[in-house]
C-alpha cells in the first residue's frame, strides 16, 4: 500500500491521519499461517525534525492449526506499530536504522508486515482446555474417547501378563 506523503514532507510538526486496509502479501500465503481478508491499520504520520514517523495500530486475524488437534482456528491480531521513514537523500539520518522512500510516497506494509509478522506465536490452542489427539490412534479426544488409554489397564491383558511370569 503506497501513501503519499507529499503534504508533510516539506513542514516539520505536519502530520496526516492514516486509515487503510492492506491484503496480505502474496508471499505469505502458503503457510501454515492464513491471513483473513483484510488488515486494518489506523494511526497517524507526523514529520519530526524531517523524518517520518509513523504510528498506530494494526488489526486482523488469520487462520492457524490448533497445535494440539490441528483443528483450523481463528485468531485475533491487535498490533502497535511505531515505524521512522526517511527519503533516501535525507542528511544527518542514519539510513540503516529507518525505512527509507524515494520520492514522496511510502510503502506503508514495509512499516506494518514485519511488526505483525513478529507478533505471531509459534503455537496456538483452539482452546485452553483442548485435549488434543490420542497418540496412539488419532482420534480427536475432544469430540470422542477411544479405548487406547483404557487398554493399558485391560483385565484382560493383565492376566495375559501374569501368564508370562
Ligand atoms: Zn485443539
Ligand atoms: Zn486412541
Redesign the pocket.
Known sequence: MIFDVQTILKTEGARANVQVSLLPPEEFSGGEIEFCGELSFSGVIENVGGVLELSGEAKGSFAVPCARCMKITTQHYCVAISETYAHENAEGVDLEAVLTFVGTSIDLGEAIWPNVLLSIDTKYLCQPSCKGL??????DLNETS????EDEIDPRLAGLADLLK
Not at 134 to 139: E, T, V
Open positions: 490420542c497418540p496412539m490412534c488419532g482420534a477411544c479405548d487406547c488409554a
